[in-house]
């Protein structure tokens, strides 16, 4: 069924459009279809081959809904989420301050029967990663707006989450968690990896994870994604909110993350006179390195506290954190210093959905307190010269990523052998380059050379689009620094 997941997301799509004309907005639109198909699902579960007990209660159920129309519907939805929103699990989470937005009856029947007509819990991928994934890309298509920011690669997440190499035991966190992608990864990566006894799947169903989002919708999605996985937990496993505010405290074995694109943050903490001031823009944070209003770095500095010691981290960070002066100086160097920083992925342009970006995936491990510095050699990996992707005509495959798994060895990183692709920089070289720039290249651009190299119209198209769009961006910065100064 995995191979119908367009057909799915065009026939949702094209009622999305109906109700739109009715009045419904998109952003609701998607809203009223996460409960629906989140109690559907949840009623799959309790049929074969699942069997599990139903945890929604029996007048709140799919089964309440789906023989009802007109008003006794309209009536019994409305009661459905509110009573469902005062739960004290996850299921309160996943419903709080819901409401019917579906005003009229026979729509909501409508769309009550088509996703009844469907098995959900059937297709193979990750049914609120694909689909809504789908619904996003066509949203942000639509309306321009970037919706699919919330979404990474699944071909990434899969190869960062395996040259990582979680353990059943490990406490995994994602302080930018979106709808959960890092966390399903893992989750079917310890499940598959490992033959685990009952304390470790007890463990992984209800302690192993732990993620922060801003956005409370997604976090709706992230939560729904998990329960439906069979990770549960009375404690909240994902918080909405910023967390970037504050040291939570908690402290985890592996961070697998993926921050949002950006470089302001959009608010102000700070220690002093000027808390709460919102023209500063930074977050003023004892446990942080540098003062600054680059977002991405400062993820980077909360990431490095709320690790363990020993604790492995694969973060996503856009260009601007490997070469950027100032703050960003500063904090490569204490990076460097402090924690093992072995690996660097340059990824390909062309593989996310906000435009412009240039990222990378940067590995390294928390280590001790000690005089001497952590880093001993960065390896870097380099699948952006000379590769060309594009999201519909040539997407990120799995297989692309193939031999940068093979490269990073994770069986054993200390034995690593140099290829076209894969280069080795001692720390001393590296601190002695320019402002500590990890934005390093060796390989020579075949499109430069050659004309017969050049690659479809429709990339070349894109990549103008896409640094004319990163060079807005920094443009920007530069104005907003120059305004605050």
Not at 165 to 174: A, L, R, Y
Not at 390 to 395: F, G, I, R, W
Not at 409 to 418: A, D, F, I, L, Q
Request: proline share 4%; net charge negative; with cysteine.
């Amino acid at each position: 069924m995995s191979n119908e997941i367009p057909a799915i997301v065009q026939k949702l799509w094209n009622y999305c459009n109906v109700l739109r004309d009715d009045g419904v907005s998109y952003g609701d639109y998607v809203e009223q279809l996460t409960y629906l198909l989140f109690l559907k699902m949840a009623d799959e579960r309790t049929k074969p081959p699942y069997n599990e007990k139903s945890e929604i209660p029996n007048k709140w159920s799919w089964a309440s809904l789906k023989d009802k129309d007109g008003e006794e519907l309209e009536i019994q939805y409305k009661r459905t989420l509110e009573n469902l929103g005062k739960e004290n699990n996850m299921l309160g989470v996943i419903f709080r301050k819901s409401q019917n937005r579906i005003q009229d009856p026979a729509k909501l029947k409508r769309l009550i029967s088509y996703i009844d007509e469907e098995t959900w819990m059937g297709i193979d991928a990750d049914v609120k990663g694909d689909i809504y994934e789908g619904l996003l890309q066509k949203n942000a298509e639509d309306v321009k707006s970037g919706a699919g920011q919330y979404f990474t690669p699944r071909q990434l997440i899969k190869s960062m989450v395996e040259v990582i190499n979680p353990e059943p035991g490990q406490t995994i966190c994602d302080p930018a968690c979106g709808t959960g992608g890092f966390f399903l990864a893992a989750f079917n990566y310890l499940s598959g990896s490992y033959k685990l006894n009952k304390t470790q799947k007890e463990f992984l169903q209800s302690k192993t994870f732990k993620g922060w989002d801003i956005v409370d919708n997604v976090v709706r999605l992230c939560v729904m994604n998990l329960f439906l996985h069979g990770i549960k937990s009375d404690q909240d496993i994902v918080i909405t909110g910023d967390s970037l505010l504050r040291d939570p405290g908690d402290r985890f074995d592996i961070i697998l993350t993926n921050p949002p694109f950006g470089k302001k943050s959009s608010i102000t903490i700070g220690n002093g006179e000027n808390k709460g001031k919102k023209d500063s823009l930074t977050y003023e944070r004892d446990d942080f390195w540098a003062t600054t209003s680059n977002k991405q770095l400062n993820f980077l500095q909360h990431v490095k506290t709320i690790m363990n010691i020993h604790g492995k981290c694969a973060i996503v960070v856009p260009d601007n954190v490997l070469f950027e002066g100032g703050a960003g100086e500063t904090i490569r160097k204490k990076l460097l210093h402090e924690c093992d920083v072995h690996t660097l992925l340059r990824l390909p342009t062309g593989i996310f959905y906000a435009q412009g970006v240039k990222a990378n995936v940067l590995f390294f491990d928390q280590r001790p307190a000690s005089e001497k510095a952590a880093t001993e050699e960065l390896w870097i990996y380099d699948l952006r010269t000379n590769k060309h992707f594009t999201l519909k005509t040539n997407p990120l495959k799995y297989d692309d990523l193939e031999d940068f798994i093979k490269c990073y060895n994770p069986e054993n990183r200390y034995k690593r052998k140099e290829t076209e692709r894969f280069k080795c920089y001692k720390y001393k070289d590296l601190l002695e380059r320019d402002k500590v720039s990890l934005d390093i290249f060796w390989l020579k651009d075949e499109s430069l050379e050659d004309a017969a190299n050049l690659p479809d119209p429709e990339i070349i198209a894109q990549e103008i689009q896409e640094n004319l769009q990163s060079a807005l961006e920094q443009f920007s910065g530069i104005m907003e620094d120059l305004k605050e100064k």
